[in-house]
């Protein structure tokens, strides 16, 4: 349910209908107000002036909305193709786009509903005095809104802006998986045990969550050990299994299970920190085709990739919550193998990208050999091997290759 709420929770028109209904809302506590303020009181602040005020506020901030919504449009084009469309996403789910784009429609439903009541003649000089001191509020929000909106404007869709969004999201994915590598279960190490029974999903999709807590409680009540082959990122088919159990399994036990994990068509960033290393590899990929050909945001990309990792100091140990689930553990191989290896292909004939991928990978070795060093050594010697297929200069080579030594040595 946490998990569902959330996805809703970053829905655009979750926040517009909020900020709409609370301006409906404000709108009729003035008239239901109206006989607490004394009638003199409107002449004095000037209230009779309210209805020319609604009236700029309802034409502007109309006018403003389909302007943002325009410009909004474009960003995600312009992130679409400068970074990757797997990006796009992340803009869609800004806080202060989507709370912006929301006052706007708020004030303007305000505006609306006030107009109405005060045409219809609904609020008395009191109701006037309440309007009138709630739309001097709604216009410094507007006022705050616009002054957030033009200083978001100047980064959103650039390169760099959807990079740094890309790596806090990873980041935080990756720090979340690191204190709990096996979602709370036991370390699953080989295969299940002989006899367990494989429960496999009725639709194809990528696990965005795994509701470990519910899959536990099923095990507890129903005397199960269950072990998890699929986490979080991984793509499942019918013929797949999710999991394998050991105990009395009959039908409705068995969609129980599956009902514990989400399936989309999409990954998610969430839960998924392989997720985010896939797109900034597919930035760089992008960044580094004859179209573009940018090594500079590859190596942008390089530095990213190192910033997210370096939380990663030490060997995770056990934190079992959940005794009756097994599941595999954060596999660094998979992570950095499939997020470099496109990169260095693309990259074959490009001397400084893997200057910068062999400096990040000595630097992750230094920091923790007995995580980082297996993979290291074998994608140096891959750099290695492009390398000396599209590189010409012997001096290049010769840095290249000193570089792959220092990993061989470590």
């Known amino acids: 349910m946490q998990f569902r709420l959330g996805q809703l929770l970053r829905k655009l028109w979750v926040r517009v209908t909020c900020f709409a209904i609370l301006g409906f809302a404000t709108a009729v506590a003035g008239w239901a107000l109206r006989i607490v303020i004394p009638d003199e009181l409107a ?15 309802a034409s502007s901030m109309l006018t403003v909305t389909t302007f943002s919504l325009s410009i909004l449009t474009a960003a995600y084009a312009t992130a679409s193709g400068g970074t990757t469309p797997r990006a796009v996403r992340l803009l869609a789910q800004d806080g202060v786009s989507q709370t912006v784009l929301a006052t706007f429609i708020g004030a303007f439903v305000f505006s609306l509903v006030g107009l109405i009541m005060l045409q219809t003649e609904l609020y008395g000089e009191g109701g006037r005095v309440i309007l009138f001191l709630v739309t001097l509020l709604v216009i410094l929000i507007v006022i705050v809104s616009l002054l957030r909106w033009i200083d978001r404007l100047a980064t959103l869709g650039l390169v760099g802006d959807t990079v740094a969004r890309i790596e806090t999201v990873t980041e935080r994915a990756l720090s979340r998986r690191l204190a709990s590598p096996w979602l709370g279960a036991n370390p699953l190490r080989g295969t299940p045990p002989k006899g367990a029974i494989a429960v496999h999903p009725t639709e194809v999709g990528h696990v965005q969550n795994c509701d470990m807590e519910a899959l536990s409680d099923l095990a507890e009540s129903a005397r199960l050990q269950i072990y998890l082959a699929a986490l ?50 597919e930035i760089a990929q992008r960044a580094l085709s004859p179209a573009v050909n940018d090594p500079g945001t590859a190596e942008v990309v390089l530095t990213r ?19 009756r689930l097994y599941a595999p553990g954060l596999d660094a191989e998979l992570l950095l193998g499939d997020s470099l290896r496109p990169i260095m292909r693309d990259a074959a004939g490009v001397e400084a990208v893997h200057v910068a991928m062999l400096r990040m990978l000595i630097m992750l070795t230094l920091q923790n050999d007995r ?37 061989t040595r470590q």
């Open 305 to 323: 990739m190192l910033r997210i990792l370096s939380c990663w100091t030490e060997e995770a140990r056990p934190n079992v919550g959940f005794p």
């Open 371 to 407: 995580i980082f060093g297996r993979i290291s050594q074998d994608l140096a010697q891959e750099i290695v091997t492009y390398s000396d297929g599209k590189i010409e200069n012997p001096v290049e080579k010769a840095r290249i290759a000193s570089l792959a030594r220092q990993l």
């Open 43 to 57: 002449g004095w602040i000037g209230a009779d002036a309210i209805g020319t005020i609604l009236q700029i506020i």
């Open 232 to 281: 979080p990122g991984d793509l499942l088919h019918p013929s797949q299994a999710v999991c394998h159990v050991t105990g009395d399994l009959d039908d409705t036990i068995r969609d129980g299970i599956l009902a514990c994990f989400t399936l989309a068509p999409d990954r998610s960033f969430d839960q998924d920190p392989g997720f985010g290393f896939r797109v900034l590899s």
